[in-house]
């Protein structure tokens, strides 16, 4: 899997539903979009981006997410070039950041050690980053978004980091969130296993020792419908659940419980 970086200028393109798609990727877990990828025409399905923001104040790194499409042309995104065409690829973002109202990953941060040799400053989308670099940079926005509260604000119903198994204190990030605890995800993962419930799918086995571990957790009960504190018992009350089983599930205002999900994915 090769690592890319797609640009974002807000002097040539203002992102005027910004605010919006953010929401959308809060609330679904991701978003689905298309973006340019300049003259690059070698990406293919399944590889890793990051979109970094450039031209003003302040610059960085906004997002992360992979590729759902190889290169394709349609017309330009530059309304000044209406006559002209631009190379696009589908992608999938799983976290989309605010740069006005939110921290981002600054310009200023990429800087360090393999980071120097990538080209951050060229406006051109699409470029490729070296894989000393895209380890280095995963890394960084990892320890990044944990340092600024910014993991597991996608799923409202994923499990993430607080200090205790007492859930269901709602807070403001950008939408109502209820607060997680990661004791309760590792107690949920080591007694049932980090195998979809659902589906079955596990990513160690697709992905090698790098997806080792790697689940989303869910509540049976959601805790929009508790509404109050109580205390989570992580092996009755949480299931381990991929990204794509656990969006399904939270796909329409009343949650499908597991069950109902695998009779779907049985009858397919």
Known sequence: MRTYLLTWNPKRWRWRNLKEQIQKTRTQGFLERQWSCGVTRRIEIGERIFLLRQGEEPKGIIGSGVTLSTPFEE????SKRAADTAWYIKVRLDVLLDPIE????????????????VHWDTPASGNSIPPEAASELEELWATFLREHGLLGITL????QPTAAFWE????????NAYERDNHARKACIQHHG???????????????????GYIHVHHLVPLSSIGKSYVVDPIKDLRPICPNCHAMIHRQKVPLSIEELRRIILRR
């Open 168 to 175: 269901g204190a709602t807070k403001r990030i950008s939408i």
């Open 102 to 117: 939110e921290p981002i990953l600054s310009r200023s941060a990429l800087s360090s050690k393999n980071l120097l040799n």
């Open 75 to 78: 017309s330009h995104f530059d």
């Open 194 to 212: 980090a195998l979809c419930a659902a589906c079955g799918f596990e990513f160690s086995k697709f992905y090698g020792t790098f997806g080792d």
């Open 156 to 159: 409202a119903e994923e499990v």
